[in-house]
Each structure stands twice: as structure tokens, then as C-alpha cells.
């Protein structure tokens, strides 16, 4: 065993509590980074991935074959810049009804609404090659494979073998499912069989040369639409789109959980730091010693490197693994019902690798500055600062505190600071980083509430139609009538009827759900971002989200289609919160849509608003007693899983945070301790009660907690500004400055007082031990 | 005792100068510690260095042990130039070279009394069954053989001060330093460091000894150098009176 590691050992035996600390701290701050990185590379490394494996199509466009031949689209699509293209291929937009009787065995059943059928005879190709992954692919007229994430089936009666009964095509049966990142089709038919399903439009598949950008891609739009006849394309999908969307959940942890990352990352180096730095100024005379006894500057080095690597290495060992273990679930979570299984969530090693050889470099590196100091020290100096008394820097600012009227043990607390100011600035800085934290969550964690609230639509009771094919009861009553009958009940407040319709949105392969409201919808209208709630006919309200996906605004026009008909809306109003492909609409718009919305039961739900006062169950009770076949649902408001995630996420990380911080205020007030345990003991043997003893020890951490947080809470502030609009943005949202302004005074104030409660709990347990000390102990040290 | 193997250490024989001072000075910015020390020590000898508090004692047994460096002159010990050598270089030296004695004895709170007194050979590339089984053979001859496990926090000033005696002599040293060896122990373990000191230099270990004790002067060394101001002002042979 050689010396220097003999004495290391000796050492990290013997601080025991700092060597714990470090590796409480590293530990926390790898577990943070662990999940942030993780999250990050999750997010964005699958979908490229599986989207280069499958050489995805960075452009679809669909062409109006009326206009343009397929020959003329080749022709575009051989220009320079186009790397690939597959197609044309005929596509045709079937409906699959809304409300199917009862299934007959061996008839599947897709969800209703709108299916894009595209022609197509090889599953793979130059672009697009679609993943089949289960039975084959279609070989003559007659057969469809169904386009399903993978491993999902839709409904019971969905096999390969059952047969699809859509309106307006011949019997066809299901030979396969097959799954695209590119979206391009929602099922897929021999070319053969395309005329007997009249295609309406011609679909392309590109990929361009280099083409990573939106820029890029809609200058390979332009290339390969060039000289097509006008109105030749009617409509293109960027994957950039695609992944926006199926990448958007995950996107949005990414801020927050990067700055609660950095924010950890730094406490750690800054605690590292000032472990190091103390204990090799506490140890200058073991320094001395070490040299004296021959140990070479180099060695003196080493000793307080594996001093503090021991810890490290282990801190960041069992932080990688927690963090693995962390960030498995929460990946789970994050992307499970967006990925649709095209994605696995899994740690890539390299987070593993990055932690684990990055934790112990910032280790060395924070270590290796006051370790450079005990290598250049004097030996000589380093024996006799032993012994000798230093000349304190701070001895002019304590004699200024001890001629004020505070009582002495407060005066000499805040006098302390001054006597090392170097640990005091990394104490601080700590402190401010702590206080940064809280101030951060909580900003966080009201705007997410407001956006909670601003997706909150203030309805109690919400009760479904009864579904007889799930063996409920279908009611008796007609729509109009239900709605009569829920008005005369006692407690009715508002009644809004609800007819969530799938649409087509000409001009795009994705369908969009339609939100049909009739009764007191202006009362259901959440926040709005821009514009005003839809009133009358031919008026839609979207959600941010929408816009920023179809890159829309206030004031566009769309047209929906809903089995054949078509109806020219306008966008009127953006909503802050809400779904990308759903538009709300009055009544009326839908009425244009169907000729006759009252033959169909379009309406399957309605929401209720209550009295003030009435009670939910006895209404609901009441209301089920009333009015058959509907089934009443106690209804919360609108919190999502996001949401409850993020929230509980934040306040996991700041209380490890702030711990951390505590932390780092404990290891001060224990260096302080130990090496003012002579002055400790001399004040003492004058007449220092422990009560006095303990209150300066906090004193001196409770100022730094003060400016702590008179320095963390601005920094929290901006913090704020920038992570929460990121975050917002990533869903593709936007937030008004109201969801922004959520600081209050009195909320200022207790955060202010934040750093101050850091301080006092770090600096409790260590003060009272220092002054438990007794005199002979601190006098047999010496 | 036959802790006496050092007669021989460092390769050196009797009469042969060990420490050769020429013109040292040491200036602490404004203040001068040494002004223009020369001094000569041979084998086998054991000087005593006497003065008024501040005169610059420390300075001069730090330079001797390479522990600082001269703002002038030439520190030659055991025919090394101190002043060519390296931080690194100086280390070298110093584990094989120099055994030194502290007042506050300058023991590792870290390790036990055994692996205090082994370290100092586990530096030189020894093992450390090998330096424990020497380190425990010194504490043996010391008479504390049985503390050898007791951590110095536990251990009585004079047991600290010949564990530390024991750390000094482990590399079998050319020059043994000790800065007030006695200062910090009561008169009877004074006296037993003395008797140890005296032993050592009896069986030729060469001795630089710093103090305030008129006592420890007369008892332990051939030659007194007083130091005032900086200077050495007076050198006597001194008969021993133990
Ligand atoms: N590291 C240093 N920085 C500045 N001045 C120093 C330093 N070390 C010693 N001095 C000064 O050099 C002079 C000599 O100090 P030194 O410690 O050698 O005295 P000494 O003779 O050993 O005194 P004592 O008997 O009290 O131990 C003193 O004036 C002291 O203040
Ligand atoms: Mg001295």
C-alpha cells in the first residue's frame, strides 16, 4: 500500500461526514443529469433513428390528378436537390362510419371517421418504407393492410382475415398491419384496386438532398411543385410536423429538466469546491507535516484528489444507477400514449458513460484548484500556520460589527463570513443557486396551474350517451329532448351538448377532430390566447398548438370534410390550451357539414354547469334517475398527467435541490467549527453560553441566506421567463403574459426568505454540536 | 540501544561536514528573518541553536531542512546544494536525509501511533509489513510498543514526542532536526527526550537541535550557536554535563 494512499484513506475515514456529503451531493446532481439527458436524448435520437432506418419521407404532398399527370410529377421530381421519391400513388379518403351496429364476427370495426387509402405494391421503395409487422402485404384487389402501431390492434374483431365494410368501397379484407413514421397513409390497397375506390388525389413521397430544415423543405416544396399547373397541389405534410408532434410531450420536459440539471450540476461542482478548499486550508499544517515528512508536492496533490474522488466516484456510481432507474419509468411515462410504439423508451449508454466519466472530471477539476494551492504552499509556512494565528482579513469589518448595538453573539456571527471569504462567496453562491431553484419551481409550478385552469372548463357534470355495444343502455329519449329534460332539472345552471365529429381537413393526410357545441358554449370557452370564442356559423376556435402545427392563424380559412360534403370555415380565436388536430366549433357549422344532424346521434356527451351550492353526486344521481341511458361522471377539471408529472417532478428536484444547498451550508459551519474550535473553546472559557455559541454560528450562515436570497430570487425570475415559455413552446403552445405574471409580494417575500431557511436548516445541527464542544476536548486537540 | 545503526546513515562518517551554511539570508518581504548565517556541522556532532524569541531559529532549521528556501546565500547538506534542486527534488531529499522533531509534534491525527512512525518509510517505496515491522522495533525501543495502536489524540504529550522521535529516525537520517523538542512537555518527559537524544548522538547520529532550554543545551550538545537578530553572535564548545 503505498503512502499516499494510506493517508488518503486515513483522511476520508476521518471526515467521515464531508465524504458523505460529497457523495449525497454528487449522487443528487447525477441523478438530476441522469434524467435530464436521458429525456433529451429520448426525444429526439428515436424518431431520427427509426425515421432514417425507415428512410421516412421528409415531404409528402398529395396533387390533384385532375391537374396534373403522374408524368408531369416525375418529371418535377427528377430536379436537382430531390435525393428520393416514391410514388405517384393513387389515393382515395374513405369514411368508416360513427356509429356501426353491432359488430357481426369477423368484421372489423375502425374507429369512425375519415381513412386515408393510398394504392401502393412494395411496402418498401426508395422513401417511406413502411414497417410490416404483421401478416403480408397486399398482392391483388380485395386485400388491405391497416395501418397500426406496432403491436396495436383496434378493437376486438381486428385480425388479419377480418373484413372491412366501408361506405363506398367493395368488401376488402385484411391481409396485414404495417406502421409508418411518415404518416403517409392510414391503410394501404393494391394499386389495382385504387379505381374502384375513386381516388381523388395523387400522392408523392420525397426526400431532398440535406434537408434537415423547415427551410430546407419547403425549398424542396418549391422545386418539386415548380411549373405545376395552378391548383396542381392541394396539400404537404413536413416530417418535421410528424415529429413535432410525436416528440412534443418529451420536448417539454426537456427545459425545466436541463435547468434543474445545470442547477444541480453547479451546486455540486460549487460544494466539491469548497469541501476541497476546505479541507486543505484546514489542513495546512497536515500539509506541512506530509512535506516534512518527504511527501512531494505531486503527492500532496494526490492526497486530496482521492480524498475527494473516493466519494465522488461512488456518489456518481449509485447516482448513475438510481438515475437509470428514475428516468426509466419517467420515460415510460412521458412517452406512452405518443409514441404509439414506434419508439422504445430506453436509456442510451451514453448518458451512463457521459455521468460517469464527466461526475468524477468536474470532480477533479473543482478539487484540483485549492489542491494546486496545498502543492505550491510552503512547507514551512504551511507547520507554522498551525499553530501560529492568522492574520484575519475580516478582523477590521468584526471590530466594526462588535461597535454596533447587536448583542455580541449576533455581532461576531456576521463577522465570521468576513474571516474566509473565499468559502463564503462558494457558500453563497450556493445559497443563491438554491434559492434560484425554489424560485424557478415555484414559478413553474403556478404557471403550469394556470394553465391548468385555463384548460379548466368550470363543468361539474358530465354524462355520456349510453353505448348498448359496450352493454350500457342507449336512451330512449331523442338529443333535443335530452337536453330539454337535463335544463328542468333543479341544480342545471348550463347545459352545452357535445358532438366530437372526425373530419378531414382538405389539404392535409391528418384528420382533426371537430368539437361540436350547442346550448351555453360561449359559457364553456377556456382562455383565450388570441381572438374570440366561435359564435355562428362557419367560425372555428382552435388551440395554439393547431396553429403553430398547420401553420394558421386568427383569420385563416379552412375547409372541413365530413363524408363528401365540404364547409369553408374561419379560424376566429386561438384558445392557449388544447389538442394540435381539434377545432371547436358552434352548432351550426356542423349543421352545414350533414344535412340532417338530426337523424344521427352526433351528440355523445353532455356537459353540465351546477348552481353554486348544488351537490354534484345527489345532481348526478338525480339526472341518471331522469333521463335513461345516460351515464353521469363526476368531473374534476382538466388536470393531465403532463401536468402532474412536471409539477411532482419540480417539486422532487427542488427539495433535492435545496437539501443539496443545505448540504453545503452544513459542510461550512462544520469547517468553521472545527477550525475555530480554539476561539470556540477561549470564548467559552470567557463566559459564552452554548445558546450564545449556536446563535452566532447560524448568525454568520443566516447573512449569507439573507443575500442569498436577495441575489437568487431575480435570477429565479429570469430563469422563469426563459424556461417556461420553452417549455410551452415545445408543446406547441404559447402562453399569455397573465400565465407569466404569477409573482405576488407576499410570494416574493417568503422567497426571499427562502435562502435564509436553507441557512438555518444547514447550519442548525453543526452549530449546536460546536457548541456541545467542551473546553478540555477543544484544549486536548491541540 | 541499537537504534544506533544511524552512525553510518546517509553514508556518512565522522568529521565529515554534513551542513554547510554560506551567507544565508531570509527575508519575509520588509522583515529580515536570517542576515548572512554561516555555519558548519559535521557528523557525529550535536549543535544546539539558542536565541531570543524571533531571532530566527525556525528560518534557520527550515532552510537545513530544504523546508524553505534562502532569499540568498548557499545551503549545502550532505553535499547537496539545496538551492539547484526542485520542489520535488527537495522531497527526495528530505525522506531519506532528514529525520525532524516538532515542538507540537506534528503527528498525522488521521493514523494510529505504528503507521505515523511507518509512513515515513512506506515513502521511500518500503512495504508496509516491512515498515511496520521496523516502526514497531523503534516504538519497542522507545518504550511505547504498547500505545502503538493508540491514535495521538489519545496519547500523552511526551508519548506523542517519542512517537514522533521514532517517525524521525525511520529512514535512518544523515541530520536529526528537532524545533523545541521539550517545549511543549512537562519536565519529566522533558527529560526522557533529552535522555533519547542524548542516546542517539551518543551511538553518532548527527543532531541540529533548536531551543530555549538552557538545560537541554548543556545536556545534549558539543556546540551552542547563539542567533540574535538574524546573526550568528557567539559559537562555544560546550562540555556535556550529563
Ligand atoms: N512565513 C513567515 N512570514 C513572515 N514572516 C515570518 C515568517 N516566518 C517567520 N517570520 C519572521 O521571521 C522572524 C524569525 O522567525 P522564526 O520563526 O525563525 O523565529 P524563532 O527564532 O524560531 O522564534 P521562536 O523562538 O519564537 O520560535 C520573525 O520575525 C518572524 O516574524
Ligand atoms: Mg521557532
Known amino acids: ?782 | 540501544m541499537t537504534t544506533g545503526d544511524s552512525s553510518n546513515a546517509g553514508g556518512t562518517e565522522a568529521g565529515q561536514v554534513v551542513v554547510h551554511l554560506d551567507g544565508v539570508r531570509k527575508e519575509y518581504g520588509e522583515s529580515t528573518a536570517l542576515d548572512g548565517v554561516s555555519l558548519d556541522i559535521r557528523a557525529g556532532e550535536a549543535v544546539a541553536v539558542m536565541g531570543p524569541s524571533g531571532c530566527g531559529k525556525s528560518t534557520l532549521l527550515n532552510m537545513v531542512a530544504g523546508l524553505d528556501r534562502p532569499t540568498s546565500g548557499r545551503v549545502v547538506v550532505n553535499g547537496e546544494d539545496l538551492a539547484s534542486m526542485s520542489e520535488t527534488g527537495l522531497a527526495l531529499f528530505r525522506r531519506r536525509r532528514i529525520g525532524m522533531i516538532f515542538q507540537f509534534f506534528n503527528l498525522l491525527d488521521d493514523l494510529p501511533a505504528l503507521d505515523n512512525v511507518a509512513l515515513a518509510a512506506q515513502l521511500t517505496g518500503v512495504s508496509v509489513a516491512q515498515a511496520r515491522r521496523r516502526a514497531l522495533e523503534l516504538l519497542d525501543e522507545l518504550g511505547i510498543a504498547d500505545r502503538r495502536n493508540v491514535y495521538p489524540a489519545a496519547l500523552s504529550g511526551g508519548e506523542r514526542q517519542r512517537v514522533s522521535v521514532a517517525r524521525a529516525l525511520m529512514n535512518r537520517p544523515a541530520l536529526l532536526l528537532a524545533d523545541e523538542p521539550t517545549g511543549a512537555l512537562d519536565s519529566h518527559a522533558g527529560e526522557q527526550v533529552m535522555d533519547l537524544l542524548i542516546d542517539l548522538n551518543q551511538i553518532g547520529q548527527t543532531l541540529l537541535i533548536v531551543t530555549h532550554d538552557q538545560r537541554l543545551a548543556t545536556r545534549c550538545a558539543s556546540r551552542l550557536v547563539e542567533v540574535a537578530d538574524g546573526r550568528v553572535v557567539r559559537q562555544r564548545s560546550l562540555e556535556r554535563t550529563a
Do not use: C
Open chain 1, 1 to 782: 500500500m503505498s503512502a499516499v494512499w494510506q493517508v488518503s484513506r486515513a483522511a476520508v475515514r476521518r471526515r467521515r461526514l464531508q465524504t458523505f456529503v460529497i457523495a449525497l451531493v454528487v449522487l443528487t446532481s447525477t441523478v438530476a443529469l441522469v434524467v435530464a439527458l436521458g429525456l433529451l436524448d429520448a426525444a429526439s435520437a428515436p424518431f431520427d433513428r427509426t425515421f432514417d432506418q425507415q428512410r421516412g419521407a421528409q415531404l409528402t404532398a398529395t396533387f390533384d390528378p385532375a391537374k396534373v399527370t403522374d408524368a408531369q410529377l416525375a418529371q418535377a421530381a427528377a430536379r436537382p436537390g430531390v435525393a428520393a421519391v416514391a410514388g405517384p400513388f393513387a389515393q382515395a379518403v374513405l369514411t368508416a362510419p360513427s356509429n356501426t351496429a353491432v359488430q357481426a364476427p369477423g368484421v372489423d370495426a375502425p374507429p369512425p371517421g375519415p381513412i386515408t387509402v393510398v394504392g401502393r405494391a412494395d411496402p418498401a421503395g426508395p422513401v417511406d418504407r413502411v414497417d410490416l409487422w404483421e401478416g403480408r402485404w397486399v398482392e391483388r384487389p380485395g386485400e388491405i393492410v391497416l395501418m397500426r402501431p406496432p403491436g396495436e390492434h383496434y378493437g376486438p374483431n381486428e385480425a388479419v382475415g377480418s373484413r372491412l365494410l366501408l361506405p363506398g368501397a367493395p368488401s376488402l379484407t385484411v391481409v396485414g398491419f404495417a406502421s409508418t413514421l411518415s404518416q403517409s397513409a392510414g391503410a394501404w390497397v393494391s394499386p389495382d384496386q385504387m379505381p374502384a375506390l375513386h381516388p381523388t388525389a395523387s400522392q408523392v413521397l420525397y426526400r431532398f438532398t440535406g434537408s434537415g430544415t423547415a427551410d430546407q423543405v419547403r425549398a424542396g416544396l418549391a422545386t418539386v411543385t415548380a411549373g405545376l399547373p395552378q391548383g396542381a397541389l392541394l396539400g404537404s405534410l413536413s416530417y418535421l410536423t410528424v415529429k413535432q408532434d410525436m416528440t412534443a410531450t418529451a420536448n417539454a420536459y426537456v427545459p425545466f429538466l436541463l435547468a434543474f440539471g445545470v442547477l444541480g450540476l453547479v451546486v455540486a461542482v460549487l460544494i466539491v469546491a469548497n469541501v476541497v478548499s476546505g479541507a486543505v486550508v484546514s489542513g495546512y499544517r497536515h500539509i506541512g507535516v506530509l512535506k516534512s515528512l518527504g511527501f512531494t508536492p505531486n503527492q500532496v496533490v494526490a492526497v486530496y484528489l482521492v480524498m475527494v474522488l473516493a466519494p465522488g466516484v461512488v456518489g456518481a456510481v449509485l447516482g448513475t444507477v438510481l438515475g437509470d432507474l428514475a428516468a426509466q419509468p419517467l420515460l415510460h411515462t412521458v412517452f406512452s400514449g405518443f409514441d404509439y410504439g414506434y419508439f422504445t423508451a430506453t436509456l442510451s449508454p451514453w448518458v451512463d458513460v457521459l455521468t460517469l466519466l464527466g461526475m468524477p472530471a468536474v470532480i477533479v477539476l473543482a478539487a484540483l484548484v485549492p489542491a494546486l494551492r496545498a502543492h505550491r504552499l510552503s512547507a514551512a509556512r504551511a507547520i507554522s500556520a498551525g499553530s501560529a494565528p492568522r492574520a484575519g482579513r475580516g478582523l477590521r469589518v468584526q471590530r466594526w460589527f462588535g461597535g454596533t448595538r447587536l448583542p455580541r453573539a449576533v455581532s461576531l456571527g456576521l463577522g465570521l463570513p468576513f474571516a474566509r471569504p473565499g468559502r463564503s462567496a462558494l457558500t453563497l453562491t450556493t445559497l443563491v443557486l438554491g434559492v434560484t431553484t425554489v424560485t424557478l419551481a415555484s414559478g413553474l409550478s403556478s404557471s403550469v396551474a394556470a394553465y391548468i385552469e385555463a384548460g379548466n372548463d368550470h363543468v361539474q357534470s358530465v354524462s355520456y350517451v349510453g353505448d348498448a355495444e359496450i352493454g350500457e343502455r342507449a336512451p330512449t329519449l331523442a338529443d333535443a329532448a335530452i337536453e330539454a329534460k337535463l335544463r328542468s332539472l333543479p341544480g342545471t345552471a348550463q347545459v352545452t351538448a357535445m358532438a366530437p365529429v372526425e373530419l378531414h381537413m382538405v389539404g392535409s393526410s391528418q384528420i382533426v377532430r371537430g368539437w361540436f357545441m350547442r346550448g351555453d358554449s360561449a359559457g364553456m370557452s377556456t382562455a383565450m390566447l388570441k381572438g374570440r370564442w366561435a359564435s355562428g356559423p362557419g367560425e372555428v376556435v382552435v388551440a395554439s398548438s393547431f396553429t403553430a402545427k398547420h401553420g394558421l392563424t386568427v383569420g385563416d380559412h379552412l375547409t372541413l370534410q365530413l363524408a363528401g360534403r365540404e364547409q369553408g370555415v374561419t379560424i376566429v380565436g386561438e384558445t392557449v390550451t388544447g389538442d394540435a388536430d381539434q377545432v371547436e366549433a358552434p352548432w351550426e357549422t356542423l349543421t352545414a357539414l350533414v344535412p340532417d344532424p338530426g337523424t344521427t346521434r352526433y351528440v355523445n356527451q353532455y356537459w353540465v354547469r351546477l348552481a353554486p351550492g348544488t351537490n354534484v353526486d345527489a345532481y348526478d344521481a338525480a339526472l341518471a334517475a331522469a333521463v335513461p341511458g345516460l351515464y353521469p361522471t363526476a368531473h374534476g377539471g382538466g388536470t393531465d398527467s403532463l401536468t402532474v408529472t412536471i409539477v411532482g417532478s419540480t417539486t422532487v428536484l427542488t427539495l433535492l435541490l435545496a437539501a443539496v444547498a443545505a448540504l453545503g451550508v452544513f459542510n461550512t459551519v462544520v469547517l468553521n467549527a472545527r477550525e475555530r474550535r480554539r476561539d470556540l473553546g477561549m470564548l467559552k472559557s470567557i463566559g459564552m453560553t452554548p445558546r450564545q455559541v449556536t446563535l452566532m454560528m447560524v448568525t454568520s450562515m443566516a447573512a449569507l441566506g439573507v443575500l442569498g436570497g436577495l441575489l437568487g430570487v431575480p435570477i429565479g425570475l429570469a430563469a422563469h421567463r426563459l424556461v417556461v415559455p420553452a417549455m410551452v413552446a415545445a408543446v406547441g403552445n404559447a402562453l399569455p403574459p397573465s400565465m407569466m405574471n404569477v409573482w405576488h409580494a407576499p410570494a416574493l417575500a417568503l422567497l426571499l426568505l427562502a435562502g435564509v431557511a436553507i441557512a438555518v436548516l444547514g447550519a442548525l445541527l453543526p452549530a449546536r454540536s460546536a457548541a456541545r464542544l467542551t473546553i478540555a476536548e477543544v484544549l486536548r486537540s491541540e
